[in-house]
């Protein structure tokens, strides 16, 4: 889930074939319960602003939100800049090897949340890690 069509736009010439443009950092009532119909793992990235991608002054946070409300139909992860992204940057302002690698992390990070809470490993990374399906030249 992005915000704008341009970023919808970006990450399917990039590989990314399911992506749903939300028309802003929000997420409507009817836009959560069309994606709760979506199987499989939610990744939710946002441009990277204050209150949108990370926590503004007063603590809120867009994509957490979003997550926190997909969640509920199951696996739903915030997709994280990285560190030193410059403050505007917007998934289509990267390339195809930073927006692989920002799935990647998070899929990684929710494993290892996942293995301090149940104490043990549960095999999650390994049977649902993929890559996008790149295009044919």
Not at 53 to 67: M, V
Request: aromatic fraction near 8%; charged fraction near 25%.
């Amino acid at each position: 889930f992005v915000e704008g069509y341009k970023g919808a736009l970006w990450m399917h010439q990039n590989g990314f074939d399911h992506v749903v443009s939300l028309q802003g950092s929000s997420m409507t009532q009817h836009q959560e319960k069309i994606a709760g119909r979506i199987r499989g793992p939610k990744y939710v990235l946002l441009d990277h602003e204050p209150g949108k991608s990370f926590p503004d002054e007063t603590g809120r946070c867009a994509a957490y939100w979003i997550t926190e409300r997909l969640s509920r139909y199951g696996r739903a992860l915030v997709c994280q800049y990285p560190e030193g992204t410059e403050i505007g940057t917007s998934p289509d302002d990267l390339t195809q090897d930073e927006l692989n690698e920002m799935v990647i992390t998070a899929m990684t990070t929710a494993q290892a949340n996942l293995q301090r809470r149940s104490g043990r490993n549960s095999g999650w990374a390994r049977t649902t890690t993929t890559t996008p399906r790149r295009k044919k030249p």
